[in-house]
């Protein structure tokens, strides 16, 4: 409910709702990548049936490989736009 509360407060002719991803980000920092990414796959099938944008921030020294790191590229490959620093 929380999200359609949001919405409906928009003012826009077209209200989207911002969420930031914090979670992911700190899951990751605490070597638990494999959340991350299921946190994402929940926030993907979110963004189907609700009009929203999910903000992620990762720190991307803790990949070790940095964007190249597997990891990274599992996290970004479902994401309609592209990561980016």
């Known amino acids: 409910g929380l999200l359609e509360r949001a919405t409906k407060a928009a003012s826009a002719k077209r209200p989207r709702v911002a969420l930031f991803g914090e979670c992911v980000g700190l899951l990751c920092e605490a070597g638990n990548t494999s959340a991350a990414i299921e946190l994402e796959k929940t926030g993907n099938d979110l963004?189907?049936?609700?009009?929203?944008?999910?903000?992620?921030?990762?720190?991307l020294n803790v990949f070790k490989e940095g964007e190249r790191d597997p990891a990274f590229q599992d996290i970004c490959a479902p994401h309609t736009s592209f990561c980016r620093r």
């Open 47 to 59: 963004m189907k049936t609700h009009n929203a944008d999910i903000l992620c921030a990762y720190r």
